[in-house]
């Protein structure tokens, strides 16, 4: 059974613009903000008195006044370019090695070398060959850019509509990797395509570029889509585009290599039934990350299907399917016969066993802190070891009853901590107990926040001054709680109604501090007034430590 890539196109073509328009009314313009990168260092402590004030719009009648720093490097901006461009090389590579297109590779190589007058003039061809590579991926990131825009790409990371959408891609991407259908495009179009590729010249090189690309799309189809959701979701301008171009390098460079020195290409090892275990096994991983994008979905509406053990579960169970097939033990249908094991296929299927053996504790309570970024918050777990039992949202350490504790305690807050969810209510308790606030910008989505509560917090030092310097004040800025009829509002910052918790947090975040990435740590005095210069991820545990502590001295100092 094949499947026509057109109808998987036109389908997320057409509910894109949907689900955009629907936003519009509840999601905060992001327009004209200069954003800044939220990082500090040690030196950058000291902190100067600013006369530059911004006043953000908390709800219609009431306005709170924050000292902003206003600016930034866009530090985080470039980390997150820079992993999209590392996620495209590692898909460009993986890419090499599918059916469709480790075979053409010698092929490809050896007619420039054969064709052409010289050897010179043959490496030229296949440089220029590999160049138009690059040119056609950059102008598909491009394209997605330019349709959609950045204020689209930047929706896209918090949309449940299309988180989900993007988890049944990344499934149908694994089945088609699985043998259940090949993607394939209408076979006229490539046709026609490979026609034009017999032309000479400058031309004829583009369109047997072009006809590389369309041809092998069956195997790089899932790559790329599964590589354009992961750039798109991170809301970056360029973040399709620069996956493109990594992804396209990886294709392009073994082309110009093998040209300039064809000797090589004795060494490549001959096609085979490897090639389709290596679409399998990108199969299995596709299947790993559709559920991240599903647990996003789950934790931002408050399904509650995928608690952090049910998701260790999956994942345990789909690797040790995936380490059981590296051994044998599982076959496919367009899999040969495995007659032994390669040595790497064995280093593989160890590797793959030892993160199973890895995560099963995790079902436990285990802090799993290399993954802990891509699970669900600690306290969806229903058992946990070193509490007896789940967190309850009925246990407050003041006594208070906390404004939305319900919806996050138990399930967003990290375990043996207390925030407040409101922060008018922070405030009012900062006031009472004479302590600094700590405003952490969080979301159910947010892969840097869990890593620094798992990572951060949990160090002795940091939790122990979380706790007792500081009223903490959590507020989610993608919770889609839709806020009572008497709290809803026009901001005053984007003239936009707020409806939804996570509307009104984004919305202050954006205008009090000039930021909308998360997490953003932020320290104010009961009155507002931020103490110190604001911080965003920071997983130096001595140097969040210093952030913290010199938070508390400023306060102390102005007190």
Not at 19 to 24: E, L, S, V
Not at 330 to 340: A, E, M, R, Y
Not at 506 to 533: K, R
Request: charged share 15%; glycine share 8%.
């Amino acid at each position: 059974m094949k499947t026509n890539f057109k109808l998987l196109t036109l389908l997320f073509l057409l509910i894109l613009p949907l689900a955009m328009f629907a936003q519009q009314d509840s999601t905060a313009n992001m327009e004209g903000i200069e954003f800044t990168d939220g990082t500090i260092s040690p030196d950058s402590l000291s902190f100067e008195e600013s006369p530059d004030t911004v006043t953000a719009s908390v709800d219609s009648s009431k306005t709170i006044a924050a000292t902003a720093k206003v600016g930034g490097s866009g530090e985080n901006s470039k980390k997150s370019l820079w992993s999209i461009f590392i996620a495209g090389l590692v898909g460009g590579f993986a890419a090499l090695l599918m059916p469709c297109i480790f075979p053409m590779l010698p092929l490809t190589v050896s007619f420039f070398t054969k064709q052409s007058g010289s050897r010179a003039s043959g490496i030229s061809k296949a440089l220029l060959y590999g160049l138009f590579i690059i040119v056609i991926y950059v102008a598909l990131g491009m394209i997605i850019t330019i349709a959609f825009g950045s204020d689209a790409l930047n929706a896209l990371s918090t949309n449940g509509i299309f988180n989900f959408i993007f988890f049944l891609l990344l499934v149908v991407f694994a089945a088609s990797f699985f043998g259940a259908f090949e993607i394939t495009l209408p076979s006229s179009f490539v046709n026609k395509m490979d026609a034009k590729s017999d032309k000479g010249g400058l031309i004829g090189l583009f369109f047997m570029a072009f006809s590389l690309s369309l041809v092998s799309f069956s195997c790089t189809g899932p790559i790329i889509g599964t590589l354009l959701v992961e750039a798109a979701s991170k809301g970056e301008r360029l973040g399709p585009a620069i996956g493109m171009l990594g992804f396209s390098i990886a294709l392009a460079i073994p082309f110009g290599l093998f040209a300039m020195f064809p000797s090589m290409l004795k060494s490549l090892p001959k096609s085979g039934g490897w090639l389709n275990s290596v679409k399998v096994v990108l199969g299995f991983l596709e299947l790993a990350l559709a559920l991240k994008f599903l647990s996003n979905v789950d934790l931002a509406y408050h399904w509650n299907w995928l608690d952090r053990e049910v998701f260790l579960s999956l994942w345990i169970v789909v690797f040790g399917l995936m380490g059981l097939y590296l051994i044998g033990k599982i076959k496919f249908s367009h899999d040969s016969d495995l007659k032994f094991l390669s040595v790497p296929r064995t280093i593989l299927a160890i590797v793959v066993f030892s993160f199973v053996v890895y995560m099963i504790p995790g079902l436990w309570g285990a802090p799993l802190k290399s993954i802990s970024a891509f699970l669900p918050p600690s306290a969806t777990q229903d058992f946990d070891l070193s509490t007896g039992v789940g967190s309850s949202s009925a246990a407050h350490t003041d006594g208070k009853v906390k404004k939305y504790a319900e919806i996050f305690h138990g399930r967003g807050t990290p375990k043996g901590f207390d925030p407040y969810y409101d922060y008018d209510q922070a405030l009012a308790t900062a006031k009472e107990l004479n302590k600094p606030v700590l405003i952490d910008f969080t979301g159910w989505n947010c892969v840097n926040c869990r890593k620094m509560e798992s990572n951060v917090w949990t160090d002795p030092a940091v939790a122990k001054l979380l706790k007792e310097e500081f009223v903490m004040a959590e507020l989610f800025v993608d919770d889609k709680t839709e806020l009572p009829a008497n709290e809803q509002f026009v901001s005053k910052y984007s003239n936009k109604k707020i409806k939804t918790i996570g509307n009104k947090n984004s919305d202050f975040q954006a205008s009090a501090f000039n930021s909308n990435s998360q997490p953003l740590y932020v320290i104010v005095d009961p009155n507002g007034q931020v103490l110190v210069p604001q911080s965003g991820a920071n997983y130096n545990v001595e140097q969040y430590k210093a952030f913290l502590q010199s938070g508390v001295d400023a306060f102390k100092k102005k007190n």
